[in-house]
Nanobody, 122 residues
Framework: VQLVESGGGSAQAGGSLRLSCAAS?????LAWFRQAPGKKREGIGARQRGDGWLPEYADSVKGRFTISRDNDKDTIYLQMDSLKPEDTATYYC???????????????????WGQGTQVTVS
């Protein structure tokens, strides 16, 4: 599975950005992670392919970020609203064959990663 991210860029605090991640093959769980300079990579949220599992989000983005998925296009989106300067980071899309489950935020359990896209909030 190859993952191609797009949509990064700059925004002002309080603004919005939307990231996209197109997957070339089948993946059960698609997730977004981010990594700020000098910090560990953080799981933001994940979405299962089917409807049997509700999306999960990190507390730091809950209520501001929304993950949606278009199964026909094998694409996942990250809508980021009410952006804060602390949201500045490189954002990564990740995918795995296994279902999302309670381990969705464990980066070591993902098989495939995108190249990353920079988001800067000032």
């Amino acid at each position: 599975v190859q993952l191609v991210e797009s949509g990064g860029g700059s925004a002002q605090a309080g603004g919005s950005l939307r990231l996209s991640c197109a997957a070339s093959g089948y993946a059960n769980c698609l997730a977004w992670f981010r990594q700020a300079p000098g910090k560990k990579r953080e799981g933001i949220g994940a979405r299962q392919r089917g409807d049997g599992w509700l999306p999960e989000y990190a507390d730091s983005v809950k209520g501001r970020f929304t993950i949606s998925r278009d199964n026909d296009k094998d694409t996942i989106y990250l809508q980021m609203d009410s952006l804060k300067p602390e949201d500045t980071a490189t954002y990564y899309c990740a995918a795995r064959s296994a279902s999302c489950s309670l381990t969705w935020a464990r980066e070591d359990l993902y098989n495939w990663w995108g190249q990353g896209t920079q988001v800067t909030v000032s």
